[in-house]
């Protein structure tokens, strides 16, 4: 009575056989150094071709070693350089509510992020006056300069960047930037 494992043993070396006949020759100079090594389950069958990545039609004429859509917005602003200090600031998701949905719950919003239609985004700038501030706002992406403070936000949703407004509020000296949200079902929700 044959022992399992010899059976066993015979059975991979046939199912290889059958499924690479090229690399027959292979093993048996593999198993002539070390036979117990020579077979295990990743040897069966064909070697796997090594794919060498395909490249984008925009390199095979370029020198470029990334494309556009590669580097994240807002990267461009990002200057490791510059000292100025980052102010603070507060994100705050903000949605309409009207009394049909505080008392009758007629439009289905919940108290979550998804019922949400804006952004709030208030930065404290101390010292500093409306004509210092340069601001622009991208779909994911809040870039914030004056002489004294630099933000470069990355913002939590897709927004509407045309479609924001901006107050200054001088005796508190903050900066409250409304920016519309990009939801996926935008055409349905808003009315």
């Not at 040897?43 to 020198?63: D, L, M, R």
Request: glycine share 4%; charged share 30%; with cysteine.
């Amino acid at each position: 009575m044959e022992s399992l494992g010899v059976s066993s043993l015979q059975n991979l070396r046939a199912l290889s056989a059958l499924l690479n006949p090229q690399q027959e020759q292979e093993d048996e100079d593999c198993e002539r150094q070390n036979p117990s090594a020579a077979l295990c389950p990743g040897n069966i069958g064909p070697k796997p071709k090594k794919e060498t990545p395909a490249v984008s039609s925009s390199f095979s004429n370029s020198k470029d070693i990334w494309t556009e859509e590669e580097v994240a917005e807002g990267s461009q602003f990002d200057d490791l350089d510059d000292a100025r200090p980052q102010p603070e600031f507060e994100v705050i998701m903000k949605q309409s509510v009207g009394t049909e949905d505080i008392f009758l719950g007629l439009n289905g919003k919940d108290p979550s992020s998804m019922s949400c239609e804006a952004l709030l985004v208030k930065v404290k700038l101390p010292d500093t006056k409306l004509a210092d501030v340069v601001l622009d706002v991208r779909e994911t992406f809040l870039d914030l300069r004056t002489p004294k403070y630099k933000l470069g936000l990355h913002l939590p949703h897709p927004v509407h960047s045309q479609e924001g407004k901006a107050q200054f509020f001088r005796e508190k000296e903050e900066l409250e930037v409304t920016l519309l949200m990009k939801r996926p079902l935008d055409f349905i929700n808003r009315r």
